[in-house]
């Protein structure tokens, strides 16, 4: 590979990334959300009774003290609310709440209009294309920095 190429392959994904991160922030902004929260928020929905923390963190590939503060974060939220567990009262299972699951739409319709606004206007071939070279990328890169680093969703 040319040195040229491998300045433009790095400036192209570093900009890409900071730009697509920004793109959401702004997005994510207008629903009351910071990065990060989007993903959490669709992860505790989707498990519909709640999950532990550490169930949470694991699903997200973050560290259970990470889910922790990502959650106090938003603790004023009233996005969420913990349910102790009967049978480990050191545990509490967190399950999102009527306000939280109705910001789902608006969450999945965000990461829509943002993907449409960065892709869509490429023929399906080249979408395709460059989602398949993107995805291959990610798991070389998840290679190098191991799973428990790369399984991390919310970027995002």
Same mark, same amino acid.
């Given at each position: 590979m040319e040195f040229a190429e491998v300045v433009r392959i790095n400036r192209t994904l570093n900009k890409? *990334?900071?730009?697509?991160?920004?793109?959401?922030? =702004?997005?994510? *902004?207008?629903?009351?959300?910071?990065?990060? %929260?989007? #993903?959490?928020?669709? #992860?505790?929905?989707e498990a519909g009774d709640g999950m532990t923390v550490s169930e949470?963190? *694991? =699903? $997200?590939?973050?560290?259970?003290?990470? *889910?922790? =503060? @990502?959650?106090?974060?938003?603790?004023? @939220?009233? $996005?969420? +609310? +913990? #349910?102790? #567990?009967?049978?480990? +009262?050191? %545990?509490?299972r967190v399950v999102t709440t009527e306000r939280g699951r109705d910001l789902i739409p608006a969450i999945e319709r965000a990461w829509a209009e943002l993907a449409e606004e960065t892709l869509g206007h490429l023929p399906e071939e080249t979408r395709m294309l460059v989602i398949a070279a993107l995805e291959e990328a990610n798991d070389r890169l998840r290679h190098i920095v191991g799973d428990a680093a790369a399984a991390v969703l919310a970027d995002d």
């Open positions: 890409g *990334a900071k730009l697509y991160r920004a793109a959401k922030a =702004r997005k994510l *902004a207008a629903l009351g959300l910071h990065p990060g %929260q989007d #993903v959490l928020l669709w #992860v505790l929905a949470l963190a *694991a =699903r $997200l590939g973050i560290e259970p003290p990470t *889910a922790t =503060r @990502s959650l106090a974060r938003m603790d004023k @939220s009233e $996005l969420f +609310r +913990r #349910v102790p #567990v009967p049978t480990d +009262r050191r %545990q509490v």
